[in-house]
Each structure stands twice: as C-alpha cells, then as structure tokens.
C-alpha cells in the first residue's frame, strides 16, 4: 500500500518547517523562504491563505527541505 501525503495548509507546514531547525529568512509577495543553519537547507513555502498545499508542491517543499511531514 502507497503512503497517502497529508493535506497541510501553509501555516501548518511552516510550524513543522519552524520545528525541524528552520528559521524565516525574507518574504516576497506570497512566498516565505525558510533556512536551517544546520543543515545549510533552505525551503520557499507559498502563502495562500487556508487553502492546502497542492501535493505537488507539498513534496517539493519536503525535497527542498529534506524533511517527511506528518
């Protein structure tokens, strides 16, 4: 069986993002890029209000940042 990828919001993935080292580096327009000084990784979230995250986009952010999110 395939793993279902969780549906998130913005907010919801920038608190995990926030959890896992990641601190807000700049905003521009509708997009956060985050960084982690540990890793060296940096990811770039879109903002769209409530809506969820694409999962194509989710697993971008997950590749980006080097991260499973739950």
Excluded at 15 to 20: D, E, N, T, W
Aim: glycine share 4%.
């Amino acid at each position: 069986m395939s793993q279902k990828s969780p549906r998130l919001t913005s907010k919801q993935v920038i608190k995990q993002l926030k959890q896992a080292g990641f601190i807000e580096i700049k905003q521009t327009g509708s997009h956060l890029k985050l960084f982690n000084p540990n890793t060296r990784r940096s990811a770039i979230v879109p903002i769209h209000s409530n809506q969820t995250i694409p999962v194509g986009t989710l697993k971008a952010i997950e590749k980006q940042a080097e991260i499973k999110f739950s």
